[in-house]
């Protein structure tokens, strides 16, 4: 039975520790914060305010990314004919059992797709759009939910069947222009992960195996998890001629003949928000970085009877004063301080500032950093620049921390047999290794170490000539990150 809320009720906070039992863990952290909830429907989620407010602010500082790029947003439909996804076929075939199909009666009794992504239904109209390289580049967004029905082990945010995303697909008359596209986002992307959500992010090719299907190839943003787990949390894909040529789009050139233009597709979703949870939370509960708190601040006063309107009264001045941060202050007076701090720790709100009546004599306030529970005593009139120097310290601080788990995650392995061990388990290491970079022998990785996969290629690094690729022995093409992922 639910409890009634109380100063001392056991189950508010999280009952088990993020080391112990990290997927225990996080479906605490993400219900109990009430960032998210589970929903009636098996696979689906509810982002609840908390939640949603973070998906906002990514929205609102990668559509100044976009405006900057020319990319204009748009919305297309979310149920795709069934004879679109057959026009690609490694398309159509690498997205088979996701889909989730509709019958029809209407249109001739074609079925529907639930859209997985929208690459068909939108170069069916690019088709029509595009006529004359006057009409290149279309460079176009659309922010979306998207379906993927088959998923088993669902996770709120890292694995769905429903999901929010954006994607992007642009059209170029040039290889050139193309490729220089896929790369400029899959850099934004790294930037947005790492500046706002303070997770830092390796960048590289997808091998063939793990690319896009119906891509020439695929980039990929990939964050490394305290459980020791790599997830993808954006990927860039080159898709060449492929689907234009599927689609009918092509355009006359400047030459007057016509040409088949290049296109890419490229996208992240809400899973950076599960990122962003994993990397920073605590025993404690949530921790926000300050760029995408919905408050950054919260105010708690120690209230006593003889001294709470002069407390109160303080505390309204510093609201306004801390304006820019969206401070809530918390005057109920049916919960202790105590039980307000806990519950405003697990809610994750980046800095809290304590003031009482004895603060209050002396003029001064109490600041404790979420991240660290530091405590650092500051003159009133000081609160606004210190505020704002303590919040960006926190945003940066996270960074810094996350970059040094992963740098030092990361381990480099040229035998079969240390990549055997640091692959294990309990290892939770990022494997660096030597790869021929063949489908048969990926797999035949992915069988031996039960589940570990490539996840990027690591491509600001040449291979030694006369190395050998870590498994079968071959000439290694390149350094590629191994690790079991979500
Ligand atoms: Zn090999």
């Known amino acids: ?13 999280i009952t088990v520790k993020k080391e112990d039992d990290m997927a225990e863990w996080y479906g605490q952290v993400v219900t109990k914060s009430e960032i998210a909830d589970y929903s009636p429907v098996r696979g689906c989620m509810i982002i609840r305010p908390l939640g949603y407010a973070v998906w906002e602010k990514i929205q609102q500082e990668f559509n100044k990314v976009l405006k900057n790029k020319g990319v204009k947003n748009a919305y297309f439909p979310l149920f795709i004919p069934e004879s679109f996804f057959r026009k690609e076929a490694e398309h159509a075939e690498g997205f088979a059992p996701e889909v989730a199909w509709i019958e029809n009666k209407d249109e001739g009794g074609e079925r529907l797709a639930v859209r997985p992504t929208s690459e068909t239904i939108m170069y069916d109209s690019y088709s029509r759009w595009i006529r004359s390289w006057r009409d290149l580049p279309v460079l176009i967004n659309q922010w979306a939910n998207v379906c993927r029905w088959e998923t088993s082990d669902c996770k ?46 390796i960048v590289g090719k997808k091998t063939e195996k793990e690319k896009f299907a119906g891509a020439v190839y695929t980039t990929t943003i990939e964050g490394f998890m305290p459980d020791g787990k790599s997830l993808q949390c954006g990927t ?3 898709l060449g001629q492929g689907f234009a040529k599927s689609f009918s789009i092509s355009f006359l050139g400047k030459d007057e003949k016509m040409h088949t233009p290049w296109q890419d597709s490229w996208g992240f979703s809400t899973r950076l928000i599960g990122a962003m949870i994993m990397m920073h939370g605590d025993n404690k509960g949530l921790v926000l970085p300050p760029k995408v708190a919905q408050n950054r601040i919260v105010i708690v006063p120690i209230l006593f009877k003889d001294t709470k309107k002069k407390v109160l009264d303080a505390c309204h001045s510093l609201l306004k004063e801390l304006k820019e941060h969206d401070p809530v202050l918390d005057d109920r007076e049916e919960y202790s301080a105590g ?43 000081d609160v606004r620049k210190r505020a704002k120097e303590v919040l960006d310290s926190i945003q940066e601080d996270l960074l810094h921390k996350a970059k040094r788990f992963m740098d030092e995650s990361i381990v480099r392995v040229t035998d079969w047999d240390a990549f055997m061990s640091a ?64």
């Open 1 to 13: 039975m639910a409890k009634q809320q109380s100063g001392n009720d056991d189950d508010k906070g």
């Open 156 to 201: 709120i945010f890292l694995r769905s069947r429903e999901f929010l995303w954006q994607e992007g697909h642009n059209v170029f008359e040039t290889e050139d222009e193309c490729e220089k596209d896929v790369w400029n986002w899959i850099n934004e992307y790294k930037k947005l992960a790492e500046s706002l959500l303070a997770v830092p992010m």
């Open 236 to 238: 860039s894909h080159h």
């Open 339 to 381: 039980w307000k701090f806990s519950e405003w720790e697990l809610k994750g709100v980046p800095l809290r500032i304590e003031l009482g009546p004895k603060d209050l004599e002396k003029k001064q306030a109490v600041l404790v950093r979420r991240d660290t529970g530091d405590k650092i005593v500051i003159k009133l009139p």
């Open 423 to 486: 692959t294990g388990l309990s290892a939770k290491k990022l494997v660096l290794a030597p790869f021929c970079g063949e489908e048969e022998c990926e797999d035949w990785i992915k069988d031996k170490t039960k589940g570990v996969t490539a996840r990027a290629i690591k491509d600001d690094e040449k291979m030694d000539k006369g190395a050998r690729c870590i498994h079968c022995g071959k000439d290694a093409r390149f350094w590629v990150y191994f690790a079991r992922a979500y």
